[in-house]
């Protein structure tokens, strides 16, 4: 009897502890969630927030959908407030299921947004906990929001498609990826300024083309980089690319370049120069003349005016940037390492157009292609 | 209720018990106090807290030699007497009630934040507090060996922090050594937080099975955690720099989700993170509950109890129901982090201040009972 009564009070124990499980509490259909696979951040002509969020339909999407040909197989939905905030809560109201940021791997920003500081803007965004840090960040020179409709080629979802493009590293040639977290450490970092890589769509072929980079001089927009600039850019500061570098050697005779990596020191010099050392390496892939055989003075030659190449293109851009006060290398963290006292963004900011820069460049050829 | 002796530790379990709650309590946050205080190279405030730690772990080992077998709580009133001694009992108790509390709020905190954010605070509060103690219950030969039991899950943590390296910058760590000597002597005495548990060191000696091994495994355990919070900040400083890591309500996490092998890992490793400390802040939670619970249970009795207690586990229900109340009494993380501070100073002098006083009156006793014999 006082075994089945303590059997009895165990239970009934045990039963209170039902409600606690709590895992069954956040436990929610797939199908009922509304994933934002992506969003676009952009401003309506009377200035208020428009958000634009692409929501993929998951019965059309995986393996076993219903019906897998659909082209249809994701919606957008767009809505505005006077902040960002207040625009992102509307899509509660415009949607049946439960709103889910984990998978939000684009994020597009309309160029009105860039050039008025996006820090506002994405403070929201910053705050939400569950927000991929590893998103990619975009910039579009036209409607962001529109962009997210748009049809590719491939048949896959547009924000699908800029992931996995974005995620390939021999991608990296004219456009460098910028990921959430890696755009706020540079917004927060007084000595760096943060970019982004440029959004384009082809409606000819139906492609998405991210060429060139948007370059900020704090949180503002300052100059928009060509995509050859971009390449410069990748050599001169630290996202490594694998590139192709095109110049003329010898009259008529242009070399073409697979360069792999450098190594690149800066070296600041009080109070007004900054030295940048860089030592590339590359292989030749390509040589308009076919000569047969490159003895080594040749080679010489080539790594010559790969050099100038790249020296004459680094001080131009260069030039660019200090114009536009952007610090997109990060000099400023350099300045900073070796700076005496309190350092200020201020300071930075006044010193930076009127450094004096150097490049010095070495280019080695570590690989002609032929056997001579 | 039949009672229980405690068995004793063996050396492995000891040193997982100090381990597993000196790594994990304020893992999530540290880096934050050495960034505020020096900048840059804040991480240098590790190596001094853990020469300014080194004394505590020389008079506790000093301790379980002149009271073999004895707890602080029962050797302190022998030292300085009743009235005295209950109070210092208690400042300490105190101490490590508080950094329960604390432990555990962030831990119920990044679960609700991050894992279950529709489920109700208060049952995952319960759902916490109850379960640790329910492991509490059992002694201390199950809470470290639950803690022995978690060694994966810090090497876990060890190789996430080795894989964040991936997007380090050393520029982000320069300048080195630029700020007056006196800043990374107040970063390091303002980071002695990261060890308080360490002081627990006064209790768990009591129930080693080789007392000639405590301040050596106790050594151990300071250098490796040392190293472990030195690499974790030196990490964190270098991805995301010393202004841009105060960002973030828990740096760690977010220097863990920065990780990305798109096509090799989870594309969010920062979760798994999440759980494995979790379970390493449960772990943690039951060997404090235990040494909190002993301790009041031992606040009352006569010394030289320490292995034969039992009564702790009905202390253990109340203290059990008074951290649910406190938690559940915190508005947010916020308003416990804007007192941490005031917490870590307080909490400093009553853990440093009643070490040195033990050991001064102690000596000083010793002295005079000598010059006494003497006469």
Redesign the interface.
Known sequence: MNKGLSLIKALLIWSLLL??L??C??VVDIEKRELLTGLALDLTENSRVLLTAQIPVPRLILPSSEDPSSDQNFYTLSVQGATTLEAFNKFKSKTSGQIDT??TNILIIGEKIAARGVKPYLDTI?RM??F???SHLLLSRGEPGSLLQKEVASKTLPTFYLRDFL?LMNKRETVHPV?L??F??KL???AIDPFLPVLYYDSGEKIFILAGLAAFSGDKLAVFLTPEESKIYGILS?EQAEITLFTQWQKARFICVRYINSRVVYEWSPPQTIMIHLTAAGYLMEETGATLPLIPDHISKMEKALARQIKEDAEKLIRRLQAANSDLI?LG??V?????GKWTEEYWRKLYPTLQIEVKVDFNLTRTGRLN | MKIKKHKALSPSLFFFLLLVPTSTFSFMYYPLTGAKVIGSDGYLAIPVAFLFTIPLLLIATYFSYRYPGLTIIEYTPLVLGKFLGMVCNLLYLAVYFMLTVILLRDAIGLAY????????FF??N??MV?AALYLSYYGISSTARLASFLLPAIVFLGLMIFLSYQ?W?V??V??LC?QPLYTYIRGGALSLYVFYPLGLLFQAAAFTKRRKKIFSLSLLVLALVSGFYFLNFLGITG???A??LT?YLWPNL?FV??I?F??ALF??V?LILLVAWGVLAYSSTTILFFFLAHGLSQLTLKPGNAQSVASYQRILVVLGLITVATIQSIPNLDFLRARLNLFQIISGLILFGLSFLLLLTSLTRRYFARGKNNE
């Open positions: 409600p606690v709590s895992g509490w956040d984990i998978k910053g906990p569950k991929p840090v590893n995620n990921k977290w890696n706020f450490y927060d970092n007084s630290s990060g963290r350099v900073r390492a070796n700076h005496e | 934040s991050f894992l279950l954010n529709r489920t109700p049952f995952i319960i759902l109850g997007n910058q520029i982000n320069l300048p630029k991805v995301f720099t202004e841009g960002r977010e989700r920065t990305s798109p096509f594309d969010d920062g």
